[in-house]
C-alpha cells in the first residue's frame, strides 16, 4: 500500500465544490447563516500546568470560532471552527442533497502534554541514538550534577485530517469513500528496568494513512454492504538507543512499519416469519510487519549457522516477519412471536491466528515454540415478555469459551481453555407516570479446567464466579418540573482456587441527581456519587507471607444553576462549582520472612475543586457578550512520589550503578485561575 493518498485526497476535495455548483439553481437569495465568535483568554497557573492542560490548550491567548449554515431546497453545508490558531483547533466542513450524496471534511490538532521541565542525564534527546553525559561508574560526580542534564518537555503533538463522501443518487444503492491521515510528534516517556535509563524520553515521529471503500444497497427488507480497509503504519523512529556501549544492552526496538488490511460484510433481512429480524456480519483482516537487524542498525554478523545481533548471540534468525488474522462471524435472530413475547437468538465466532516468525537465542530455541493463537465462541438468547402494570421481564443466557491449544500441544498461558456461563434477569415497570424502576441480576462462571494450581501471574484465567446488582430510579414529582435520580450497582468477583495472587474483587457505586425547572427562567441542579473497589490478594511468594487488601474510596459532589430573563431578558448565568475526593489505602496482614510490611495510607489520593461562573448578555437578536471565570485546584499525594528524588542508588551496587528519573509527576498540584471574553455575532 502507498504511504501517502494524495491522489485521492484531491478527488475528494474537487467533489464537495463541484456538488455546490451544482445544487445551486441560480438563485440571487443566498440562505447562508452562522455566528462568528471572537474573544480573549487570561490564565494563571501555579504548579503543574501540564497536569493542567493534559489533553487541551489553556494558556494566554485570542481565542476564535466558526460556524456557517448554508440550505436551499433539498442541498445543505455546515462549516464548523474551534479554537482557531490554538494547538487543539479544530476544522469541520460537511454538506450533501438529500438521498443523493453527503460528504464530510475534517482537521484537527491536539496535543498531548505529559510534563514540562523535565530533566534527564542524556544528550540529542529527540534522536534515536541518545548519550549519556557521563558513565556513572566512571564519573560519578558530573552524571548525579541535575545542572549538566538537559531540560525537555514531554509532549507529543497529534494532528488528524481527512475526508469522506457517499454517493447514492436517489436510489437504494450507495458507494463510501474515505481517506484519513494521521500524524504524530514530539517526546513521551518510555520506562526500563535497566540501570541508569529507568525512564528515557522516547522520540516520536510516525504517520498513519487510512483509506476504506464500501459499497452496499439499503431497502426496506434487506440492507448489505461489504466494506474495503487498509492502514499503512510508518514510524521514522522505530529504534531508541540510550548509550553506546558494544554490548546494546540500552537498546530499545520500538513501533515497527506496519500495514494493516480488513475486508468485511453485513446483512439485514426484515419481514421474516414472526416478525423477525436476520443480522449477520463477517470479517477478515490481517496485521503484517518485516524488518531486519540492519533496519533497527544493529550490527549483525553471521557464523556457524546462528547470528550474533547487537551483542546479543546464537539468534537463530536476522530477519522478523510478523503477521496476525484475525476472522470474525455472527448471526442473530430477533423475533417477536407473540404481541408480547420477544426473543433474540445470536452466535459469534472470533479466531486470532499468529503466524509471526519466532527470533530466539539457544537458551530458549526448543521452548514455547508457538505464538498466542485462540477461537472464541459466543452464543446467547435473550427473551423479553411485558407483563400487566407496565412491567417488562427479561432474561438471557451466554455461553463463552476461548480455546488458547497450540498446533503442537505446547500451552503458553496456565490454561488452554476457559468457559464463561453468564445469565440475567432483569425487571423494568412505568406504571407509575412519575415513576421508572428498574432492577438487573447478572451472575457469570468461569471454568478454567486443568489449571495449574496456583498460577500467581494469571489469576483472570482462573476459576471464577461474580455476582451483579443495578437498582436504577427515575422520579417526576411536581409535574415534571422535579427529576430526581438514582443508580446502585454492586459487583463482586471470587476467584475460587486461587492460592496466590488477587482472590476477591468487590466494587459497589451510587448515583444521585436532582433538577429543578422553575417555570422556563432558571435550572438548579446537582449531582452526587459515591464508589468502593476492594480487592484481597494472598502472597506472591509464599501465601503464608502476607495478604494484602487494597481499599479504593471515590466521591463527589456538584451543583450547577442556569439563571435566565436577568436585566430585562438580556442577561444569562450560569454558575457550577464541584468537588470529588479520592482516598487509597493498601493495607498488609502477617510479615514476609520477618519483615514487618507497613500500609500505605496515600495510594493516589486527590482532592480537585472546581468552579466556574458565565454570563452572556444579548445586547440584540446578533450581538452578544460573554464573560467567564474558571478555577480549578488539585492536590495529589501518592506514597510513590513522597520525597521523590531525580537519582537512586541501587542497593545491589551502590557505589557504580545509579537511576535517573526526569521528575515526571514528581509535584501534580496546580492551582489555576481562567479567565476569558467573547464577542459572538449571528447572522
Not at 278 to 283: H, V
Not at 490 to 517: C, E, M
Request: aromatic residues 12%; hydrophobic residues 30%; contains cysteine.
Amino acid at each position: 500500500m502507498k504511504k501517502k493518498l494524495y491522489s485521492v485526497v484531491i478527488l475528494l476535495l474537487l467533489a464537495a465544490p463541484a456538488s455546490i455548483a451544482v445544487a445551486d439553481d441560480g438563485d440571487a437569495d443566498t440562505p447562508l447563516h452562522g455566528t462568528i465568535e471572537l474573544g480573549v483568554r487570561g490564565v494563571h497557573v501555579r504548579g503543574d500546568s501540564a497536569r493542567m492542560q493534559e489533553f487541551v490548550e489553556l494558556n494566554d491567548s485570542a481565542l476564535a470560532g466558526v460556524q456557517l449554515e448554508y440550505l436551499k431546497k433539498a442541498y445543505n453545508f455546515q462549516f464548523e471552527a474551534d479554537q482557531i490558531g490554538s494547538d487543539d483547533q479544530s476544522f469541520v466542513a460537511r454538506g450533501g442533497r438529500y438521498l443523493d450524496f453527503k460528504y464530510t471534511f475534517n482537521y484537527t490538532e491536539m496535543t498531548h502534554n505529559y510534563g514540562f521541565d523535565a530533566i534527564a542525564p542524556y544528550e540529542g534527546i529527540g534522536s534515536q541514538q541518545i548519550t549519556r553525559i557521563a558513565d556513572p561508574s566512571v564519573d560519578l560526580a558530573t552524571w548525579t550534577n541535575l545542572s549538566n542534564w538537559t531540560r525537555f518537555d514531554y509532549k507529543v503533538e497529534h494532528k488528524k485530517y481527512g475526508g469522506e463522501m457517499e454517493i447514492s443518487m436517489n436510489s437504494p444503492y450507495f458507494i463510501n469513500i474515505g481517506v484519513e491521515r494521521r500524524e504524530q510528534e514530539g517526546l513521551r516517556p518510555y520506562s526500563t528496568d535497566r540501570p541508569e535509563s529507568a525512564e528515557v524520553p522516547e522520540p516520536v515521529l510516525n504517520t498513519t494513512d487510512n483509506i476504506h471503500l464500501r459499497a452496499g444497497y439499503r431497502g426496506e427488507t434487506l440492507i448489505s454492504s461489504i466494506t474495503g480497509f487498509m492502514s499503512s503504519f510508518d514510524n521514522d523512529h522505530n529504534y531508541m538507543n540510550t548509550d553506546d556501549t558494544p554490548d546494546y544492552s540500552n537498546f530499545a526496538a520500538l513501533a515497527p512499519d506496519n500495514d494493516f488490511y480488513k475486508l468485511a460484510a453485513d446483512l439485514t433481512l426484515r419481514d421474516l416469519p414472526l416478525s423477525s429480524v436476520l443480522s449477520a456480519a463477517a470479517s477478515y483482516s490481517k496485521l503484517e510487519t518485516s524488518y531486519t537487524a540492519s533496519d533497527l542498525n544493529l550490527p549483525a554478523t553471521f557464523a556457524g549457522g546462528v547470528w550474533n545481533i547487537g551483542g546479543l548471540a546464537n539468534v537463530n534468525t536476522d530477519r522478523f516477519d510478523g503477521e496476525v488474522d484475525h476472522t470474525s462471524f455472527s448471526v442473530a435472530v430477533s423475533s417477536k412471536p407473540l404481541d408480547k413475547l420477544g426473543t433474540k437468538v445470536y452466535y459469534r465466532y472470533l479466531e486470532r491466528d499468529n503466524k509471526s516468525s519466532r527470533v530466539t537465542t539457544e537458551a530458549v530455541r526448543d521452548t514455547d515454540t508457538e505464538h498466542l493463537s485462540y477461537d472464541r465462541d459466543i452464543a446467547g438468547i435473550d427473551i423479553g415478555y411485558r407483563l400487566p402494570q407496565k412491567t417488562k421481564l427479561s432474561a438471557g443466557y451466554e455461553y463463552q469459551k476461548s480455546d488458547r491449544s497450540t498446533p503442537d500441544g505446547t500451552n503458553l498461558y496456565p490454561t488452554d481453555t476457559t468457559k464463561d456461563q453468564t445469565g440475567y434477569l432483569r425487571l423494568k415497570n412505568s406504571a407509575l407516570d412519575w415513576l421508572k424502576a428498574k432492577v438487573s441480576y447478572t451472575h457469570t462462571k468461569r471454568d478454567s479446567g486443568d489449571i495449574e494450581a496456583g498460577n500467581p501471574t494469571f489469576f483472570a484465567y482462573q476459576d471464577q464466579s461474580s455476582d451483579a446488582w443495578e437498582l436504577d430510579f427515575d422520579i417526576y414529582p411536581l409535574d415534571n418540573r422535579l427529576d430526581l435520580g438514582l443508580i446502585y450497582t454492586y459487583k463482586k468477583i471470587d476467584y475460587d482456587d486461587v492460592i496466590q495472587s488477587r482472590t476477591g474483587d468487590t466494587r459497589q457505586s451510587t448515583y444521585l441527581d436532582a433538577s429543578y425547572y422553575m417555570f422556563g427562567r432558571a435550572t438548579f441542579s446537582g449531582s452526587a456519587g459515591y464508589e468502593t473497589v476492594k480487592t484481597d490478594t494472598n502472597g506472591i511468594n509464599d501465601p503464608s507471607d502476607y495478604t494484602q487488601t487494597t481499599d479504593d474510596t471515590f466521591w463527589f459532589v456538584g451543583l450547577a444553576a442556569n439563571i435566565k430573563g436577568l436585566l430585562n431578558y438580556h442577561l444569562t448565568l450560569d454558575l457550577s462549582c464541584r468537588y470529588q475526593e479520592s482516598d487509597g489505602e493498601i493495607y498488609f496482614s502477617n510479615d514476609m520472612t520477618g519483615d514487618n510490611l507497613q500500609n500505605i495510607t496515600e495510594s493516589d489520593d486527590y482532592i480537585k475543586k472546581t468552579m466556574e461562573a458565565k454570563g452572556t448578555y444579548a445586547i440584540d437578536n446578533k450581538l452578544s457578550v460573554t464573560a467567564g471565570y474558571i478555577y480549578e485546584k488539585l492536590e495529589y499525594t501518592d506514597f510513590g512520589y513522597n520525597a521523590f528524588q531525580n537519582i537512586l542508588v541501587s542497593d545491589l551496587d551502590p557505589a557504580s550503578v545509579e537511576f535517573s528519573y526526569s521528575g515526571l509527576y514528581a509535584d501534580q498540584n496546580y492551582e489555576a485561575n481562567i479567565g476569558y471574553l467573547m464577542v459572538k455575532y449571528g447572522f
